[in-house]
């Protein structure tokens, strides 16, 4: 086991600690367990040495009761120590999966941005119960097997000691196996992980992108790639079975190897020595008992290679570093509620994990005053997404500074600067709750939503038909992504959160450009009702929807080109002249 296998068994041995009374109480059964299955043997010798003699010894029908006895004692042991165990696991399973998501919730966006949807669903629902659950397997075997051997060991010494040697011979031949096959199956386990998360992650897409789908005819592209890494899922499944299945037959061969060499020494002394039956029978049977516990004990290779490769992959999500150290808040300033005022002073970003990828952002520098409207514009790629996710603190500026009431950003708790912040984009993100629930996001349980708020919030969206359509009102369920609205409804009751949440500064992100012209007005309608009195920053493509903006921003290849209301750069006949008048010759 190298120095990584043993770092990852140590995490998971402390998650164990706290649950030590119970898993002692789990041993203790199995012990129980492997007690009575060394007794088995035991009971034979006597029985066989005096039971078929021709006299009947009274004593010898206490054999059958002790026989039913120690069944009963063995089947309540196994089911003591399997309940005892998985209250252990299903405790630090809940523990550990906990701890996951949070991680999860706090990672910063780079992190979002390198990993898929399904490989983090495989590793918070899937890995971590495998892990466990092939640890508390792999437990369950070392202790109650290990027992076993041990007291059917000392028991083939107690009646016959050379015997036990020839015996004993075949563990070092059985951990040189192993060994050789340890390090085959670790990286055939690393590999099956990776090909099951893009399997996954070609289901994701598939299922979420169906009717693009449907309308390409393209089902049997996307089966052709499913087919192509369930394939290649298999393969190495198949492998990873070949190394981890060789354990068992190489085990049984060996095993057959000592006990016939067993047999014939056996046979020799019978004759020299005079072995009773009853002996010999005993040693037969417990050599044969004791060759199942060395299978399941070399069986354990396989799974706990593959349980220390699931173990890696919850260990790296749990160690991923939150977008906030904990230790940096007690420095940081808190916020109550902000005025508005924001200003970029000479800001860069760059995307610095893409490599040869030119900077988003260079020396953007801008003052806004609260309360004002600015709207950001500019061909594709110019940094206005880029410039307005610096806001919230989904990335670091790699130069200059962001002020937000004149204090740095980065020395005001996050959580208090994303307070200040409502967003509204064209890809409106909803959740399979209620309308209540989706209006007041982020409201901890259903006894602090205040139902008053989110009605006023969907009155103020132009949502008050869509209360009196439902047949439960604002507790009516939306479905996954609220796919049981329409895409104006959809978008107005994401204006409602952000109604909702009466956030001093509000950035919207194309927030119309995929509505009819109904739709359109009516949302229109309700955004202006949500800017009222609020620092906005919008980011359009349709100039027609920014002209009465306060200010407007062009942005080209990551620098801040002009600046001024829409009158002022139609005066100044730039490039905001420009896309003007292409997008007004075109409608």
């Known amino acids: 086991m190298n120095a990584q296998d043993r770092t990852a068994l140590n995490r998971l041995i402390q998650y164990l600690k ?16 492997a007690g009575a ?8 010798k006597p029985l066989l040495d005096r039971g078929f003699t021709g006299q009947l010894d009274q004593k010898l029908w206490l054999v059958p009761v002790f026989l039913v006895g120690l069944a009963f004692v063995r089947g309540m042991a196994q089911f003591l120590s399997s309940y005892l165990l998985n209250r252990v696991i299903n405790a630090v399973l809940l523990k550990m999966r906990m701890q996951m998501f949070k991680a999860l919730l706090h990672s910063s966006t780079t992190f979002f941005q390198k990993n898929s949807a399904s490989s983090l669903i495989n590793a918070v629902v899937f890995e971590v119960n495998n892990a466990l659950s092939i640890m ?3 437990l369950i075997s070392l202790v109650r097997d290990s027992l076993t051997v041990i007291g059917l060991i000392g028991y083939l010494i ?3 000691w050379q015997l036990t040697l020839v015996v004993l011979m075949i563990f070092p031949i059985i951990a040189f196996i192993i060994g050789k096959i340890n ?13 099951t998360s893009e399997l996954a992650y070609i289901v994701e897409e598939s299922s979420a992108g169906y009717k693009i789908v449907k309308v390409h005819g393209a089902e049997e592209y996307e089966m052709n790639r499913f087919m192509e890494k369930a394939d290649r899922l298999r393969q190495f499944a198949l492998k990873s079975a070949v190394a981890g299945g060789l354990n068992q037959p190489i085990t049984q061969l060996i095993a057959s190897m000592a006990l016939s060499i067993v047999l014939v020494i056996a046979l020799m002394q019978s004759a020299s020595e005079g072995t009773t039956v009853g002996g010999f029978a005993s040693f037969i049977t417990a050599m044969l008992l004791v060759i199942s516990p060395i299978k399941h004990l070399a069986d354990i290779n396989q799974p706990l290679q593959r349980g220390l490769t699931a173990a890696e992959m919850i260990f790296s999500l749990m160690d991923q570093s939150f977008e906030e150290d904990e230790s940096r808040k007690e420095n940081m300033k808190s916020l109550g509620k902000a005025k508005g005022a924001i200003r970029f002073e000479d ?8 490599a040869g990828r030119k900077d988003a952002l260079t020396g953007v520098n801008l003052n806004i005053k609260p309360g004002e409207v600015v709207a950001f514009v500019g061909p594709s790629g110019g940094g206005k997404s880029t410039l307005v996710n610096l806001l919230p603190r989904f990335f670091k500026p790699t130069s200059g500074q962001i002020f937000l009431d004149e204090i740095p950003l980065e020395d005001i708790v996050l959580a208090d600067v994303r307070k200040q912040i409502a967003f509204v984009s064209q890809d409106v993100i909803l959740f399979n709750d209620s309308i209540a629930a989706n209006v007041a996001y982020g409201a901890t349980g259903t006894d602090g939503i205040d139902r008053g708020r989110v009605i006023e919030a969907l009155e103020a969206a132009n949502l008050s038909a869509l209360m009196k359509e439902m047949p439960e009102g604002i507790d009516t369920q939306i479905g996954d992504n609220g796919n049981r609205l329409s895409g104006g409804q959809r978008q107005r009751l994401a204006i409602a959160r952000a109604i909702y949440k009466d956030a001093p500064i509000l950035i919207l992100d194309e927030a119309t450009s995929a509505l009819d012209s109904e739709s359109e007005r009516q949302v229109q309608d309700a955004l202006e009702r949500l800017m009222a009195g609020r620092t906005t920053l919008v980011i359009a493509h349709r100039l027609s929807t920014i002209e009465h903006a306060d200010r407007i921003v062009v942005l080209e290849h990551g620098h801040v080109i002009e600046n001024g209301s829409h009158e002022e750069l139609i005066t100044k006949d730039g490039l905001y002249a420009n896309l003007h008048r292409i997008q007004f010759s075109n409608a």
């Open 136 to 138: 508390g397997g792999i």
């Open 158 to 160: 107690y009646l016959n």
């Open 347 to 354: 800001v860069g970003f760059s995307y610095q994990q893409e």
């Open 183 to 195: 390090k085959r199956l670790r990286s055939l386990n690393r590999e099956q992980q990776t090909m």
């Open 37 to 44: 299955e060394t007794s088995m043997p035991a009971l034979m």
């Open 18 to 33: 706290p649950h030590i009374g119970l898993i002692i109480g789990s041993i203790l059964a199995m012990a129980l367990v």
